[in-house]
């Protein structure tokens, strides 16, 4: 069984930055293509970042370019998703997620994911 928990999520200005991790609960990442998701009050669930399996082809949302970036680091079994200059827009519940087998590539869909975590609340205050 895949366990995701996720965490670093909280509260910050506008401005601000936060770093969040998803680990693996007790097995390796390293074959799992890995996403970030979020979900706002009202709103789908959005693609915000994705990388593959070794890190070396990553995408990001329109919307987060710049100020996102997606790592990965296998030997810990966790993802990272630095996220700076945050702006209220960026509140959110914030999930990654994990696809095997993955293949070379990244993923954007939600649909094409496995495995998900609980989720990690992101406050951006104004």
């Known amino acids: 069984q895949v366990q995701l928990v996720e965490s670093g999520g909280g509260l910050v200005q506008a401005g601000g930055s936060l770093r969040l991790s998803c680990a693996r609960s007790g097995g390796t990442i390293s074959r799992y293509a890995m996403g970030w998701f979020r979900q706002a009050p009202g709103k789908e669930r959005e693609f915000v970042a994705a990388?593959?399996?070794?890190?070396?082809?990553?995408n990001y949302a329109d919307s987060v370019k710049g100020r996102f970036t997606i790592s990965r680091d296998n030997a810990k079994n966790t993802v990272y998703l630095q996220m700076n200059s945050l702006n209220p827009e960026d509140t959110a519940v914030y999930y990654c997620?994990?696809?095997?087998?993955?293949?070379?590539?990244?993923?954007?869909?939600?649909?094409?994911?496995?495995?998900w975590g609980q989720g990690t609340q992101v406050t951006v205050s104004s």
């Open positions: 990388i593959n399996w070794s890190g070396g082809r990553i």
């Open positions: 997620a994990a696809v095997d087998p993955s293949g070379g590539g990244y993923y954007t869909q939600a649909y094409d994911y496995n495995y």
